[in-house]
């Protein structure tokens, strides 16, 4: 990683480029899915602000800070709400449920509701079958790398 990428990680890199394999690949690797840029962008601010549901899912469940905020004081979900992203906003409103329902439980409560993890194993498999399903973006909106 060299100081022009403004510290983007590998797996940032690949949130960047779009692949959602490559992405699987860096954390059955050991990339570490809360690591950030310079800008204190960690890989699912970026897979937000790009409009990459697949990748946000995969984030999600591979356990990423959704209440780290970035260099502007922004949060996955404030940035999906300000792309008008409803796939994004919805999965991450989910995950917040999600994780409240679990504290709620206390230690020895559930994983997860059920229905939180059929809609995250639906997503799952469609970003795997086909990716471009999940790419749709606002117009107004987009993603500078700076």
């Known amino acids: 990683v060299n100081d022009e990428d403004e510290n983007k990680t590998p797996l940032i890199q690949?949130?960047?480029?779009?692949?959602?394999?490559a992405c699987e690949f860096l954390?059955?690797?050991?990339?570490?899915?809360?690591?950030?840029?310079?800008?204190?962008?960690?890989?699912l601010h970026h897979a937000t602000y790009l409009g990459h549901t697949g990748q946000v899912c995969l984030f999600l469940k591979r356990g990423a800070n959704q209440h780290?905020?970035?260099g502007d004081g922004q949060d996955p979900l404030s940035i999906a709400v300000q792309?008008?992203?409803?796939?994004?906003?919805?999965l991450?409103?989910?995950?917040?449920?999600?994780?409240?329902m679990r504290e709620a439980e206390g230690p020895f409560?559930?994983?997860?509701?059920?229905?939180?993890?059929?809609?995250?194993?639906?997503i799952s498999h469609m970003a795997s079958n086909n990716?471009?399903?999940?790419k749709r973006r606002s117009l107004h909106f987009s993603h500078s790398g700076r």
């Open 83 to 90: 792309a008008a992203n409803a796939d994004i906003v919805t």
């Open 109 to 122: 409560g559930q994983p997860g509701d059920a229905t939180y993890l059929d809609i995250f194993r639906d």
């Open 68 to 70: 780290a905020v970035d």
């Open 92 to 100: 991450l409103r989910l995950a917040r449920m999600n994780e409240e």
């Open 14 to 21: 690949a949130v960047m480029g779009g692949s959602l394999i």
């Open 27 to 43: 954390l059955q690797n050991g990339a570490d899915v809360n690591q950030r840029d310079l800008r204190g962008r960690a890989p």
């Open 131 to 134: 990716p471009e399903k999940l």
